[in-house]
């Protein structure tokens, strides 16, 4: 298995893609399992548009994006925490 792909371009600029790179959710997932035994947790970042407000809005391809991967990091969120018991409100 391969890391996701850095989110720049080969002459070094910043494409507009998520941080997490040019990777599918599928692709990202495994990389997320597969890292288990070796991670503590991961890191993401996002500009603060909840799931409801891109899913009301006109989204850019970004947009789209970031929404994939904000609604897979829901699904996952208690597998990667264990029971619900363990995940605290932001």
Known sequence: MTPPIASSTPTGKRSGAPSWGFCSVAELDQFIDGSKPL?????GFYWGKTIPE?????????????LEWLEYFVRKTPDIVGSPANIRAP
Do not use: F, M, N, P
């Open 54 to 66: 891109y899913k009301q809005s006109e989204r850019s391809i970004a947009d789209a994006l970031t």
């Open 39 to 43: 991670a503590v947790g991961w890191i």
